[in-house]
């Protein structure tokens, strides 16, 4: 069974920056093509972000692009998720996602394999 370990949410004011972490329990997590999503009350899981295995690609929704950055360290089991110039709708509890898959397949939501337990981020206008 993988975990997945969600950090670094909290409360900021617009235009501010986080920068969320994701620690992975696997020995195998360069197998993992790996993702960010979000998810607000009332509102299905939306995808945000995510990485190949090796690092090499990246994906973002339209609207993240140019402000978050997904990155990995495979030697530390840990997959990051550089918010900045954030606004008051990015706020959302964003989830960790691991899927044994191709990396493009995470847009979709599909083939993922396990979820964080999610990290609440608040932007204050």
Avoid: H
């Amino acid at each position: 069974q993988v975990q997945l370990v969600e950090s670094g949410g909290g409360l900021v004011q617009a235009g501010g920056s986080l920068r969320l972490s994701c620690a992975a329990s696997v020995r195998t997590f360069g197998t993992y093509a790996m993702g960010w999503f979000r998810q607000t009350p009332g509102k299905e899981r939306a995808f945000v972000a995510a990485i190949s295995q090796t690092g090499v690609i990246t994906d973002y929704t339209d609207s993240v692009k140019g402000r978050f950055t997904i990155s990995r360290d495979n030697a530390k089991n840990t997959v990051y998720l550089q918010m900045n110039s954030l606004k008051p709708e990015d706020t959302a509890v964003y989830y960790c996602a691991a899927a044994r898959t191709n990396w493009s397949r995470l847009r979709t939501g599909t083939g993922i394999d396990y979820w964080g337990q999610g990290t609440q981020v608040t932007v204050s206008s």
